[in-house]
């Protein structure tokens, strides 16, 4: 399957967003506490979508900077949850701004590092392994040029045998974690969970049988 930007563009415009979930992800609500981030710090939420993880996030009273390639994602996010975000331009580049919500419209690797300011925490539900292995590299390269020293990371994988199904979703397994965060201080897997894919998993269908999941807790 096809991964680039014009495939990512192309869904969100035809509305085939299976990987988008429609409730906070319940990892995000038992694991986030383990970052032990104070009020008011700062998150990053690469490829974010119009994830409904940004609103928690907010919520529970953080800064939340967001980035999407689909311009059209954020205007979803916007209407569905009836938020009066600002549109602005910066750098010629597109933002969208409600309250304590900034997400900026482009593709991650063209963001000006200067648009953001050191962040406090990144989280990563779908992001790296929405990413083909020639492109992992670079994206936590560019995550961690955003990230403060000390600064956390909260990251879902998944990890399947590839034979089954072509990503996206990705496999990317505990080595490979390691691997890209090895200039990290702390890689741990805080949760391992292996699953069979059943027929009401919209991954059954493209030939996924089983998978295991991954949460880790990266410090920088």
């Known amino acids: 399957m096809n991964s680039g930007k014009q495939f990512w563009l192309n869904i969100w415009q035809e509305g085939s967003i299976p990987f988008h979930q429609e409730a906070v992800n319940q990892d995000l609500v038992k694991y986030w506490p383990s970052l032990g981030m104070p009020l008011g710090a700062t998150v990053l939420v690469p490829l974010c979508g119009k994830s409904l993880d940004l609103l928690w996030l907010a919520k529970q009273g953080f800064q939340v900077i967001g980035i999407e390639l689909s311009e059209l994602a954020v205007q979803e996010f916007a209407k569905e949850n009836k ?3 600002t549109k602005e331009v910066n750098a010629q580049i597109i933002s969208y701004v409600a309250d ?67 990503g996206p979703p990705f496999s990317v397994p505990g080595d490979e974690v390691n691997a ?25 269908a493209r030939g996924l049988q089983s998978a295991t999941d991954n949460i880790w807790l990266i410090e920088y």
């Open 100 to 166: 304590s919500i900034t997400i900026w419209v482009t593709d991650i690797f063209h963001l000006n590092s200067a648009c953001i300011n050191a962040v406090d925490a990144i989280y990563d539900r779908a992001a790296l392994i929405a990413l083909p292995e020639k492109l992992r590299s670079r994206y936590v390269k560019t995550c961690l040029q955003w990230l403060k020293k000390n600064g956390k990371i909260l990251l879902k994988t998944m990890s399947y045998d590839q034979g089954q199904m072509q």
């Open 180 to 204: 890209l965060y090895s200039n990290c201080q702390r890689v741990k897997c805080i949760k391992e969970e292996s699953r069979n894919v059943t027929s009401s998993d919209h991954l059954n």
């Open 83 to 85: 938020l009066l975000m």
